[in-house]
């Protein structure tokens, strides 16, 4: 049985990831990580305000915390060598370097997204994106979460942008709003646009529009469990890994 230590484990994700890894007879969380600890008697394991509390052996961290509380969870990782499913979106660059390196020491899978669905679209994405660039389409990401989203763009939305980027080499430059510039759309640039507002979990809009016709891609989460599942069946991929950098589609194959 793998025993996971979870940092935001009092957030919304927190408690979803527990629900879903407690139906699990492969994983264990044995304890958790939070600012807000006191809260957290409730929970089927103890809960912790610092990482440096923590007694507990591991054989995995999993965090989808905020970003401002993903620092402790690196430097735990480095410190007690454990691998890392990394979930938290809204990274600075600072914060990226720092996870590069991690995962020159222990193995770490980091998505902005861990469900089936959308780390398939991004394989979609990358094959066709070459065929229809090549024939003028352009590129257009739309994506809706509920009101209480802090970050914008999602980091899924930046993901499916890289996702076709790299397939095209790094041509494309990425414009978040038009507002403010009034001039033709430039061809080598991929429009992301967000709406925020209710209880969307997440959709995701990828449009390739082209001369006469368009092709979107489309998909919506109405639950948060696809996102624990992602992350159960990476924490499952970790073991026994070497050190390095992952991604889901390591993982899904």
């Not at 009092?10 to 006191?38: N, Q």
């Not at 159960?232 to 073991?239: C, D, G, R, Y």
Request: with cysteine; glycine share 8%.
């Amino acid at each position: 049985m793998v025993r996971i230590i979870l940092n935001g484990c009092l957030g919304t994700m927190g408690h979803v990831i527990t629900e879903t890894f407690a139906k699990s007879a492969e994983v264990k969380i044995v304890a958790g990580v939070d600012i807000r600890a006191d809260a957290g008697a409730a929970m089927p394991y103890p809960v912790y305000a610092a990482w440096s509390e923590v007694k507990e052996e591991a054989d995995c961290a999993v965090d989808f915390a905020v970003a401002a509380a993903t620092d402790t969870t690196i430097a735990a990782c480095a410190e007690r060598r454990l691998p890392l499913v990394l979930g938290t979106t809204g990274l600075s660059d600072a914060q990226l370097e720092k996870v590069r390196r991690l995962s020159e020491q222990v193995p770490l899978v980091q998505s902005y997204n861990y469900s089936l669905g959308v780390n398939t679209m991004v394989k979609i994405i990358r094959e066709i994106t070459p065929v229809l660039a090549r024939a003028g389409f352009d590129i257009e990401i739309v994506e809706r979460h509920h009101n209480q989203k802090a970050d914008a763009p999602s980091g899924t939305a930046l993901m499916l942008a890289d996702a076709a980027n790299q397939a095209e080499n790094g041509r494309y430059h990425y414009v978040y709003g038009r507002s403010d510039v009034r001039q033709k759309r430039d061809p080598d640039e991929i429009g992301i646009s967000s709406v925020r507002g209710g209880t969307y979990v997440g959709v995701h809009d990828v449009i390739f529009a082209g001369d006469d016709e368009v092709l979107e891609l489309n998909h919506q989460a109405f639950s948060k469990a696809i996102f624990a599942k992602g992350a159960l069946t990476a924490v499952l991929f970790l073991q026994g890994k070497k050190p390095g950098y992952y991604t889901m589609a390591d993982v899904i194959g």
